[in-house]
């Protein structure tokens, strides 16, 4: 049994009659002995209490010394040999040793009684002190429970505590990025077109398996300031893009506007009129018409180009002589005339007369310019001064990557003002959760190859369907678009392709030697 049997742990040692020191506590008081991790009440409970739990629960007060002094002495002499100290300590050190237990509870009592006061005299602490130290050199004392030391378990704890807290940090970026993201998305048109109840042909286990390890997104630039509806009109531009899912490489082509092909089930014409039908029937033109299974689309108005710009602080664009010197039918240069009819519709120059600035339309000479809004979405609609439709979709690939290169280094502010200004301006059916991973991995993303379609065609008047472009053929067109955007030899097109390459051919009577022009791929910088 333990000399401190008496001992109570919210009031401290017994004192032979004095009254009790009363702990910090007095409603609740903690078991701290080892192998305890949780607080034990012990109010009104008597309870054996050992020399070692004292110095436990008085630990930090000062007193921890003294006790290993005791304990060490108390060692030695149950093993019958005298305890060491110095002889400045003698008096004090031996007398507490040779008294047996009553001493040493004298000793406690003593002790209790000096926390309570706090009133030992300075002779009493000097020879404690010399006392502790004489001990200590030959019995070291054990490291203290919670220690930090290197190898203890409070260093352990406060480096997993601190892991915790940075994990927690990120975490909540993460969150805060993710939030504001979903925020802004919710200015977004979305549409709940599912892409399973979009046709595709019927494609053969190999052709299905090298596209599932691509994503392929299919984008309309719609001309819609008559109506102001991203559902109906014609679109100016049609581009497809895949992305390897593996390498993030991206190929990109842009479908000519004019191409002759099926737009639906019993009809042929220019496949840009697929769209004014709805979004559905321009999935599956491209779907049908090119073998593909495509994942998902985005269509943006006339002006949501203008305003990404602006807000990425413009483009650096070429602008050559031609365009300069080539009129439109107004009598303005080509590309000053687009500018000043995209101003009009935007009313971009409210100040101005009409709305649009003439200083934004003229260029005395041939160079690189810092372009804004406006004069970028005019840049793209050019015509006669850069190659007709083909230079024009050329264009717009090259500004389309320029657009992709300065979003990755966009700062919160410049992403905030697209967000806010363009998001109402674009329908989508491609879930958030895509659109946020696309968004956060964007600096990984690389374009590859780009080119428009068709590869080898010819134009020329069909019917009353007007100017087209003429695959010639689809088939063989079809096969290198394949190995352009999935990296697939000797692709077989489908039988559904097959068929409509042979009506497109016998309406317009071209084959493949019948091609009087091949579009080559671009220039990537």
Not at 22 to 44: E, F, L
Not at 220 to 226: I, Y
Request: charged letters at 30%.
């Amino acid at each position: 049994m333990s000399n401190f049997e008496d001992f109570d742990l919210r009031r401290g040692p017994a004192t032979n009659g004095r009254p009790r020191p009363q702990s910090r506590n007095m409603d609740r008081d903690y078991d701290v002995r080892p192998g305890r991790s949780q607080y034990d009440d012990r109010r009104g409970s008597d309870f054996s209490y050992d020399l070692e739990d004292e110095v436990d629960m008085y630990d930090g007060y000062g007193e921890y010394d003294e006790y290993e002094a005791r304990r060490a002495s108390r060692a030695s002499s149950a093993s019958g040999r005298r305890p060491a100290a110095s002889h400045s300590s003698s008096g004090r050190s031996a007398g507490h040793h040779s008294s047996g237990h009553s001493g040493a509870r004298k000793s406690a009592s003593r002790s209790s009684a000096s926390r309570g006061g706090r009133s030992s005299s300075s002779r009493s602490n000097s020879s404690r002190a010399k006392a502790t130290r004489s001990t200590a050199s030959r019995h070291p004392a054990p490291a203290r429970r919670g220690s930090g030391g290197r190898n203890g378990n409070g260093g352990d704890k406060r480096k997993k505590r601190r892991t915790v807290i940075v994990v927690e940090v990120v975490l909540l970026l993460v969150l805060v990025v993710i939030f504001f993201f979903w925020n802004k998305f919710g200015k977004v048109n979305w549409d709940n077109l599912k892409m399973e109840d979009v046709e595709v042909n019927k494609l053969d286990e190999e052709t299905l398996g090298v596209l599932d390890g691509y994503t392929t997104y299919a984008f309309f630039g719609v001309d819609n300031r008559s109506n102001g509806d991203l559902d109906k009109g014609r679109s100016d531009t049609i581009m497809l893009v895949s992305i390897n899912k593996e390498t993030n490489d991206v190929k990109m082509i842009s479908v000519q506007r004019d191409t002759l092909l099926r737009v639906n089930d019993n009809s042929y014409g220019k496949c840009n009129s697929a769209y004014s039908k709805g979004r559905k029937a321009a999935l599956e033109m491209l779907n049908t018409n090119l073998d593909l299974q495509i994942d998902g689309y985005v269509s943006v108005d006339f002006d949501a180009l203008a305003s990404i710009v602006d807000a990425l602080g413009g483009l650096d664009l070429e602008i050559t002589q031609k365009m300069i010197d080539t009129k439109d039918e107004n009598g303005l240069n080509d590309l000053g005339g687009k500018i000043a009819e995209v101003e009009r519709v935007l009313k971009y120059c409210p100040d101005k007369k009409d709305y649009f600035d003439p200083a934004d339309c003229t260029f005395e000479k041939p160079g690189v310019y810092t372009l804004n809004g406006p004069q970028v979405v005019g840049y793209c609609r050019v015509r006669y001064s850069v190659g007709d439709d083909y230079g024009r979709a050329e264009n717009q690939r090259k500004v389309l990557k320029l657009v992709l290169e300065k979003a990755k280094k966009a700062n919160i502010a410049q992403l905030n003002e697209m967000a806010d200004k363009v998001f109402p301006k674009i329908s989508t059916n491609i879930p958030k959760t895509e659109i946020i991973g696309m968004a956060t991995s964007a600096s990984k993303f690389n374009i590859q190859e780009s080119n428009g379609f068709p590869f080898d065609l010819k134009s020329m008047t069909v019917g009353k369907k007007g100017s087209c472009v003429v695959p010639c053929t689809l088939e063989s067109n079809v096969v290198k678009l394949h190995k352009l955007m999935y990296n697939q030899d000797d692709y077989n097109p489908t039988e559904e392709v097959k068929g409509i390459s042979s009506h497109i051919q016998s309406e317009t009577g071209c084959s493949e030697s019948s091609a009087v022009k091949t579009q080559e791929p671009d220039k990537l910088d």
